[in-house]
């Protein structure tokens, strides 16, 4: 579903994904894609390869009657004016699939109010005075009416969808060791972090595959501890990850030799958000800024020698049932 979104936000910048659901505004893409039908033909296939099974779909200007109309196991066009009628028809319990400013157990309160008042339907519901119910419900009664008339009382808002960025280097003689390797990593590092600089934003997880002359490829992942674009912390991580994939696959130490390419890969780019320091530097014992020291602790003696104390049950008298030790960086022995 996360492949799903990010391929969608290519085509429009209003995304909302929620569990198994995923809303886009249409709005203006009809001039690039046609009518209401080739939006819908375009978003199916730009979600295609990264679904098991073909996704139920539906276009309205309302998002509820959208989301109702997609639990029909068919691709669904409801025309303006077309929404109140058809919601008119649908139980009152169609009102979970709203996208409400409010917590899902003010929303059910509202539902059963509505069951015991002898509203079953989004019709009878729509007939209903916003005083009439306000009396019973309280505020809330002011936006399900408006949602059971076809009405959309939250528009969706844009999201900014992780990006994915791509470097590939190829090599004209095959390289025969890690710091052979350095340089280009560090090219091709340069080249996307200015183009994520350039956007304002920062890197949150960077994948290295190296294609090989004998054996099988290898592949690094560097989860980092806070989105960054500092060139050296991410190398670090990365090398720290590839020199574990390698002794994990033949249990020596690190030992690369003909390397063909390298396919250098961003996930996860997302606005900045904070600053990082140096990596083993000293530290404010702010989480955020003490995550770095610890990462690189992890990555360099070992993520189990990293810990910290989860609170289970502050009262029991026995000290190990007290508390629950656990990685504090468990993505570093991924």
């Not at 492949?3 to 809303?23: C, D, F, K, M, N």
């Not at 990593?185 to 920062?202: F, H, N, P």
């Amino acid at each position: 579903m996360r492949s799903a979104q990010h391929a969608l936000g290519r085509i429009s910048p209003l995304v909302y994904g929620s569990g198994t659901r995923i809303e886009i505004g249409i709005d203006g893409l009809q001039a690039r894609n046609g009518d209401e039908r080739g939006v819908l033909a375009a978003a199916l296939r730009s979600v295609r390869t990264h679904l098991r099974s073909a996704p139920f779909c539906a276009i309205a200007s309302s998002r509820l009657a959208a989301a109702a109309a997609a639990q029909e196991h068919e691709c669904r066009l409801l025309l303006p004016g077309e929404e109140r009628e058809y919601l008119a028809e649908q139980p009152i319990e169609t009102l979970f699939l709203a996208v409400l400013p409010r917590s899902v157990e003010e929303l059910e309160a509202a539902v059963e109010h509505c069951r015991t008042l002898g509203v079953r339907t989004l019709g009878g519901l729509a007939r209903l005075r916003s005083g009439e119910l306000g009396a019973r419900l309280g505020p809330i009664a002011g936006l399900l009416i408006p949602l059971a008339r076809g009405e959309d009382v939250q528009p969706i808002l844009p999201v900014p969808l992780p990006r994915r960025l791509v470097a590939r280097e190829p090599f004209d003689q095959p390289l025969a060791s890690v710091e052979e390797l350095r340089f280009p990593l560090r090219r091709a590092l340069d080249d996307l972090l200015a183009r994520v600089r350039r956007d304002g934003a920062a890197v949150g997880l960077v994948r290295l595959h190296l294609a090989r002359e004998r054996g099988r490829p290898l592949r690094a992942v560097a989860r980092l501890p806070l989105p960054t674009t500092d060139r050296t912390q991410i190398e670090r991580l990365l090398l720290a990850a590839l020199e574990r994939t390698v002794a994990a696959a033949r249990g020596e130490p690190l030992d690369l030799d003909g390397i063909l390419s390298a396919h250098l890969q961003f996930d996860g780019v997302l606005p900045a958000s904070g600053d990082q320091l140096t990596l083993l530097g000293a530290r404010s014992p702010r989480v955020d800024r003490l995550a770095w020291s610890t990462a690189a602790i992890a990555i360099r003696y070992g993520a189990d020698r990293v810990l910290y104390a989860e609170v289970v049950d502050p009262d029991d008298a026995r000290v190990e049932r007290r508390t629950r030790m656990r990685r504090a960086h468990p993505e570093v022995a991924e």
